[in-house]
């Protein structure tokens, strides 16, 4: 039996988790206050997924930057394929909220969207 400990993510309680492994399989997770913190601790140490946020560079905006993020939450092995590609992305405004700025992230499925209004100049 293999044991990993984990902080959890996903409130500002942050508890310390315990989560027990026979090879690949979850047999318990300990340490939570809720249940958010037992699915977390399941899915960190079978597949870990973070959402990314970011900015790109807008032409001929009111602002010359969009704030960006995914759809949902990535694999956590291609965040630093998807940072790379949006390293290079200019839109054209204007832009709205939820516009897809780049689809299928770093071969994802997951589309990377605008989380902000931008005006044309």
């Known amino acids: 039996m293999e044991t990993k400990h984990l902080i959890c993510i996903n409130c500002p309680m942050g508890c310390p988790l315990t989560v027990e492994m026979n090879g690949e399989e979850v047999v318990r997770v300990k340490g939570n206050t809720c249940k958010r913190g037992e699915v977390y601790g399941r899915k960190e ?27 949902e939450a990535i694999p956590k092995g291609k965040i630093f394929d998807g940072m790379k590609e949006l390293k290079g992305i200019k ?18 499925g997951i589309d990377v969207i605008a989380t902000k209004n931008v005006e044309k100049r």
């Open 45 to 71: 140490v079978t597949f870990p997924t973070r959402m990314i946020t970011s900015t790109v560079r807008v032409v001929d905006g009111i602002s010359s930057v969009v704030s960006v993020k995914t759809r």
């Open 91 to 108: 839109i054209k405004a204007p832009i709205q909220i939820g516009d897809v700025i780049l689809a299928n992230l770093a071969d994802t």
